[in-house]
């Protein structure tokens, strides 16, 4: 016999009224590139910063210049985010500056073409601005997880069964600009991925989150009727 067409669902806990449920279809999640850029200038000592090339004037410079992918080369009405979340020196004191900077951050985007423009332009702007300035950057791009696309049929099944089990279903959510490894599996097979509210808490991923135990009743109903609603007769 031929395989049987599958479909994936998913769900993630999020801070909102407990046991509401937000899904939208399409894109919901942002795919993820993660980079490191070293910048490698010649260290000296801080009182003669001429006699070498300070690679942390350079790395503020190159920072600064990665907020022009989104300010002037994406259309603005297409999403990218370009954070630099890491900033690290080999300067062993205060009184020394460093041979090298490392940078690192990630670009989230909701569309393949953005991606690759985002990826060539952090690369041209890391070793232009280092070789404007006397210096070198070597850049390493890893792309992580694919955007989360929620297929059309199946988020009508996901509502349909989060409408049996919630007063409250906002079915066009925000597309949120974190990324999910669940995108995995849609890519693999149609599905959807939900939201299902967990209460007035600090946001996932937060020291101060706080799963609350009753949004778990909603969790495994729309779980169990998924299953049921799916089931062939």
Known sequence: KAPVPGAVFGLHVWPNTVGSIAIRQGPIMAAAGNFTIIVKGRQTHGSQPWSGIDPIVVASQIVLGLQTIASRNVDPLHQV??????????????????????????????????????????????????????????????????????ASTQTGYAVDVARAISPQVDTNIAPMMGAEDFSYMLNARPGAYI??????????????????????????????????ARMPV
């Open 81 to 150: 985010v370009v954070s630099i979340c890491v900033v690290e020196t080999d300067s062993p004191a205060s009184n020394v500056i460093p041979q090298t900077v490392k940078l690192k951050g990630t670009v989230r985007t909701m569309d393949p073409a953005v991606q690759d423009l985002a990826e060539q332009r952090l690369t041209e702007i890391a070793q232009g601005t280092a070789l404007a300035l006397g210096a070198r950057a070597e850049v390493s791009y890893k792309r992580g997880y694919p955007v989360t696309v929620n």
């Open 195 to 228: 939201f299902v509210g967990n209460g007035d808490t600090a946001m996932v991923h937060h020291p101060a989150y706080n799963f609350d135990d009753n949004v778990i009743p909603f969790g495994a109903s729309w779980y169990a009727g998924m299953v049921e």
